[in-house]
């Protein structure tokens, strides 16, 4: 199906691009390092609306064009709005943070699976898209941070929460409060990325990942999503009670548990009937138990 065909708008800072299952979004302003304007996070908000409302897209692929940046931040244009004058213009740069903020929690709270395919260097509002990623995979050329406070500002877009929540305290203090890059390899090492691969190999990398998850059978992968991002930050009992309201939830509203069962049934049937050397055959045996236990 084109673009046209699915009614995608032709978007002018961001690609949308939605075929088998896997939806690629990326940042598509090269010659400006992808950096961010009010117009890239309206088309942003609008294409993860429509993968999120789309039903056929199990997979959200985030990137930017180009070899230099994913992201850089703030478009320089604004920030000089913002900051060249006598006093930085703060109503002007919360109705920036807002909208930005809007973005992050978007693509965070996407009911897919979500990867951020790191070719270049990511900073700022860029790094802080990378952290709402459920998946991580980055160019073994690229470098990650937020590198905010060398410039004498903080995050404003959840990275002071997000990054302690993936590394850890002490390690997230010390990234934002130096604002010093992450190499490809430390990010790995710090779990801020999967994995880091030659950039020659990102794209097929990450094709290959987003398969894998994109095939997972019916809809469990967004109950299981559902499952953990709800259950962060509450008791073990609480977030065991949302883990049972997800799986129920997928129980009454989707066939892939009876399905998967189903065909766990006849595999075993079939490796049953199987001969094997040495030994009769459980052909005639009926079959008993069921597929991958719950």
């Not at 809007?102 to 709270?109: D, G, I, K, M, T």
């Not at 990275?159 to 990010?187: C, D, F, N, Y």
């Not at 997928?250 to 075993?268: H, I, K, N, T, W």
């Amino acid at each position: 199906m084109t673009q046209a065909e699915r009614g995608d708008p032709a978007y002018e800072t961001i690609l949308l691009d939605r075929a088998d299952g896997i939806a690629w979004v990326t940042l598509n302003r090269p010659e400006r390092l992808n950096a961010a304007t009010e117009q890239m996070h309206h088309e942003l908000l609008d294409a993860f609306a429509r993968v999120a409302e789309d039903g056929s897209s199990r997979v959200l692929v985030l990137t930017g064009a180009g070899d230099r940046a994913f992201c850089i931040g703030s478009d320089l244009g604004f920030l000089t709005e913002v900051l060249d004058g006598e006093e930085a213009d703060s109503d002007l740069f919360a109705a920036y943070l807002e909208r930005l903020n809007r973005v992050v929690f978007a693509l965070e709270r996407m009911p897919v699976p979500t990867i951020a395919m790191v070719q270049a260097k990511a900073r700022a509002g860029g790094f802080e898209m990378v952290v709402a990623c459920d998946f991580v995979l980055i160019a073994e050329e690229a470098r990650i941070g937020d590198v905010h406070t060398p410039y004498g500002h903080m995050p404003g877009a959840g990275a002071t929460h997000r990054t302690v929540r993936k590394i850890g305290l002490q390690p997230a203090m010390e990234l934002l409060m130096t604002g010093r890059w992450l190499s490809a390899a430390e990010a790995v090492d710090k779990g801020l990325a999967l994995r880091a691969v030659p950039r020659d190999r990102l794209r097929e990398e990450t094709a290959l990942f987003a398969r894998t998850l994109a095939d997972v059978p019916g809809a469990c992968l967004r109950h299981l999503k559902a499952a953990v991002m709800d259950g962060l930050g509450r008791t073990v009992e609480e977030a065991v009670a949302v883990e049972t309201r997800e799986y129920l939830a997928l129980l009454r509203s989707s066939s892939g548990p009876v399905d998967g069962f189903r065909a766990g049934q006849r595999e075993r049937a079939l490796r049953r009937a199987v001969p094997v050397s040495g030994t009769r055959t459980d052909a005639a045996r009926t079959v008993q138990g069921g597929g991958p236990p719950p």
